[in-house]
Each structure stands twice: as C-alpha cells, then as structure tokens.
Nanobody, 123 residues
Framework: QVQLVESGGGLVQPGESLRLSCATSGIVFSLYAMGWYRQAPGKPRELVAAITSGRTTKYADSVKGRFTITRDNDKKTVILQMNSLKPEDTAVYYC?????????????????WGQGTQVTVSS
C-alpha cells in the first residue's frame, strides 16, 4: 500500500524559509520521479518542483532560484527547501510520484494523494 506523508509546513513571514519533507512507503522509491505540487484556494493544482530518478530537476518559473528539490533514496524521502517565501506561495503542498521520466504538470492523472501540508506566508 502506497503512502505519501507530507510535513514541514507552517506559518512564516515573507522572506523566511521552510523545509518540506515527503516520506514515502510502498514504492521502490529510487525508480520514481518525484514532484511537489501546491494548490491555493480557488486555484488549480500546479507543479512546483520535480526531480527524476536520475536527479534531473525542474521548477516552476515562479519559484526558480528560491526553491530546491532534493531526494534521499535511502530514506525514501523528497525534500523541498523553500527560501525567500512570498505571500503568493501560500497553499497546501503535496508530493507525488511517477514511473515515467518526469511527473505530470498538474497531477490530474494521479489517483492517490497524501494529506498535504499547509504553507502560509503572511506578515
């Protein structure tokens, strides 16, 4: 049974940092591309950052230079380091996985999602 457990969210002020973690089980983690998505109220889900099994990364334009995605295959965990946070980064953040080279841009083809972790950036 696959499980995705996101953690690390919280309430921070603009310019501060957060480190999100996604712990996985039930998959051969090292074989899968991983992605972090977010969904703000009233907005569609969007891909924020992704990393392939070979550690090639991809970022949304809005977070380039501020967010960094990494993976730890031994711990079966994917990390999203978020620096210089902005109010527009406020959303629920989710992770997901794909056996394809790269995760999809909107995640609409994924049936299972974890509970997500809330990130709120506000002064």
């Amino acid at each position: 049974q696959v499980q995705l457990v996101e953690s690390g969210g919280g309430l921070v002020q603009p310019g501060e940092s957060l480190r999100l973690s996604c712990a996985t089980s039930g998959i051969v983690f090292s074989l899968y591309a991983m992605g972090w998505y977010r969904q703000a109220p009233g907005k569609p889900r969007e891909l924020v950052a992704a990393i392939t099994s070979g550690r090639t990364t991809k970022y949304a334009d809005s977070v380039k230079g501020r967010f960094t995605i990494t993976r730890d295959n031994d711990k079966k965990t994917v990390i999203l380091q978020m620096n210089s946070l902005k109010p527009e980064d406020t959303a629920v953040y989710y992770c997901n996985y794909d056996i394809a080279y790269m995760v999809s841009d909107n995640g609409n083809n994924y049936a299972y999602w974890g509970q997500g972790t809330q990130v709120t950036v506000s002064s």
